[in-house]
């Protein structure tokens, strides 16, 4: 997994209610670490952000946050990771994430988390970038959304080859070699 050098997870900021979701996150901080992958990801301490940056410090790996400076309280933010950047806004704190990251993984989330992965799809979509894009589908928390996707495509406002951006796992090490194996070179 060479190739891929950081990726940048999008995440809940708070553990859901299926423990699976927790378990998840700490198996992808260590798939991370286990492949020298850096993770790049929102900065915060709580919920699945901080699970995630918590394994791949324990790990051994590097995390580098960015968070919007003033929008969270203080101690929101992961004070014990490799680096943290504090940006002005969340459209700045999104761009510096998409720059440094060389793919993408939603994991289960809320809005924020949503927002995040139909950005990277929309400018995947309108060749801003082509790095790949996965989804950790924990105990199928993503179903509904491909299934959204695929009625999109059916109904003739998505393209099948804008779909075919994201990759979805289960398993986060499969999913970070497929991510590898489909980033492109140069």
């Known amino acids: 997994m060479s190739d891929l050098r950081r990726v940048c997870v999008f995440c809940g900021s708070s553990k859901g209610e299926d423990p699976q979701y927790a378990a998840a996150a700490r198996a992808m901080g260590q798939a991370l ?5 850096e993770l790049v990801y929102g900065g915060g301490a709580v919920g699945l952000m901080g699970i995630v940056a ?14 919007p400076r003033g929008l969270f309280r203080r101690e929101v933010s992961h004070d014990a990771i490799t680096q943290l950047h504090e940006t002005a806004t969340m459209h700045e704190r999104k761009a510096l994430m998409y720059e440094l990251s060389d793919a993408f993984v939603a994991m289960p989330g809320g809005i924020g988390t949503m927002e995040e992965l139909f950005e990277t799809l929309t400018w995947a979509q309108l060749g801003l970038h082509a790095k790949p ?7 199928g928390f993503y179903q ?19 779909i075919e951006h994201i990759v979805a796992d289960h398993d986060p090490v499969r999913l970070l070699a497929t991510l590898a194996a489909s980033k492109p070179s140069g």
């Open 144 to 162: 509904p959304l491909l299934g959204l996707l695929e009625q999109m495509q059916r109904s003739g406002f998505v393209k099948q080859r804008h």
């Open 33 to 37: 670490a286990a492949n020298g992958i």
């Open 133 to 139: 894009i996965g989804v950790l589908n924990v105990n």
């Open 54 to 67: 918590d394994a791949v410090m324990a790990a051994g790996g590097r995390v580098t946050g960015v968070i």
